[in-house]
């Protein structure tokens, strides 16, 4: 499988962006997907906080499993985390009242002292986490554009709600991903731009995942039973699903296409693609 690289220009725009306006804020807000907190963690955000409070929303939890055992781990470092799943408005209550938390302590010392605060926090993540889909969450309307293609918010923009203000800013990569095995799990979920993946490759690395951690889903989806290699596995997925061309040829394409989104999708049950072990690595 070849090198997984991306770090378009805009990325360094934004990088430059944030450190700029990091100054203006109080805080952040850092969007992991909670299916693999530790691939989607980028480090170079969380240095631009550094002294600053951090929360971190482990977003689309609905699709993931070991969501609670991430969140004590995240948590047992000292760092603030809530699990959600930011496209239901029965979240906001907890998403608010984690943002409060994490600055209780100035609100009362500012209330102390006889004046109300509006507190300032940046929403980050790598692309496609959902950290637009987090801002209207916590503005209780839709006032950013979303989508599931990496890349879709590209400048900043400021958000106001009672007591906070949101800016919402692009998602970002490091600048070299020195772990590939993270890099192929964002690509996996959609963080990468899918135009610079090959596409044969990151379907057959997610059957071989897929295989070892949760066999009896590819069984269920796609009826396979053997599993000796990724491409006897795809065939396989060709087989029930029809995706066949004339003369009995299989369609890879359409396959690889459709795995991946069925990951993507949810329609693979909930899965964790990290280790507890790659979660603790990390200094969050």
């Not at 480090?43 to 969501?67: C, H, M, Q, W």
């Amino acid at each position: 499988m070849k090198t997984i690289q991306w770090f378009p220009g805009h990325m360094t725009k934004a990088m430059r962006m944030m450190r700029e306006n990091a100054a203006l804020c109080d805080g952040a807000v850092i969007v992991l997907d909670a299916r693999c907190p530790a691939s989607s963690f980028n480090a170079k955000i969380k240095d631009i906080f550094r002294g600053k409070p951090v929360l971190y929303v482990l977003n689309k939890s609905d699709l993931a499993e070991n969501t609670d055992e991430y969140l004590k781990l995240i948590r047992s470092g000292g760092a603030a985390a809530v699990a959600l799943n930011a496209t239901q408005s029965g979240c906001r209550r907890a998403l608010f009242a984690a943002c409060e938390g994490v600055v209780s302590e100035k609100r009362e010392r500012a209330r102390d002292k006889g004046y109300e605060r509006t507190f300032r926090f940046m929403v980050t993540g790598v692309p496609n986490t959902g950290k637009s889909t987090v801002i209207n969450l916590l503005s209780g309307s839709k006032r950013t554009v979303t989508g599931d293609k990496a890349g879709v918010t590209r400048g900043k923009q400021w958000i106001r709600l009672e007591g906070f203000e949101l800016l919402d800013t692009p998602g970002t990569m490091p600048p070299a991903f020195e772990n590939q095995l993270y890099a192929r799990r964002l690509a996996y979920v959609g963080s990468i731009n899918d135009d610079i993946l090959d596409f044969d490759d990151i379907a057959l690395a997610l059957l071989e995942d897929m295989a070892e951690k949760y066999p009896e889903r590819l069984s269920e989806r796609y009826g396979i039973t053997d599993f000796s290699s990724p491409l006897v596995m795809l065939e396989g997925a060709c087989v029930r699903r029809g995706f066949m061309l004339r003369g009995g040829e299989y369609d890879y394409d359409r396959a690889c296409r459709a795995v991946v989104d069925d990951l993507r999708k949810g329609r693979l049950g909930r899965i964790a693609l990290d280790s507890a072990e790659d979660v603790r690595s990390l200094r969050y």
